[in-house]
């Protein structure tokens, strides 16, 4: 079976209680960790993926206060979900706050990780930057499309 990648814009309503039901699209059969992304988003990782992140970042030079401030703000905010019988997650309340999330949301698929913003912060990054997509593609090294 061939792994899907998330990738694709989805708006989900955010129901009383912080549940919101991950698209389709993005299902799979893995548990999830979600934490504070940037620009006031948040990110959502599959469990393998989240071990891979933190195979990387667990090597961070501790002498450094840079990082050492990152990985508190990263990991104290991480937490562990687990889809629902009906494909929802709960979004922790401290995150929604930190996302500026209420009634409704925007799943973004990043390939290997799921991006979730408000509504507002989405429309304002879009059209903050579409302008400029031709040149963020030529300053990007390494990636030839």
């Not at 059969?29 to 990782?45: H, P």
């Not at 995150?95 to 509504?119: A, D, N, Q, T, Y």
Request: charged share 30%; with cysteine; hydrophobic share 40%.
């Amino acid at each position: 079976m061939v792994k899907k990648q998330l990738i694709g814009e989805y708006t989900h309503t955010v129901d009383s209680k912080r549940r919101v039901f991950i698209p389709s699209a993005f299902r799979n059969t893995e548990d999830w960790v979600i934490t504070t992304g940037f620009e006031e988003s948040l990110f959502l990782f599959p469990d393998s993926e989240w071990e891979k992140i933190t195979e990387k970042i667990k090597n961070a030079p501790l002498t450094r206060k840079d990082a050492r401030d990152f990985l508190r703000l990263f990991l104290s905010r991480a937490r562990n979900l687990l889809s629902d019988s009906q494909g929802r997650i709960l979004i922790p309340e401290n995150l929604c706050g930190f996302s500026k999330i209420e009634k409704h949301c925007v799943f973004v698929g990043m390939i290997s990780r799921i991006e979730i913003w408000s509504p507002e912060n989405w429309k304002k990054f879009i059209d903050s930057r579409s302008a400029d997509f031709a040149e963020m593609a030529e300053n990007i090294t390494g990636i030839d499309l």
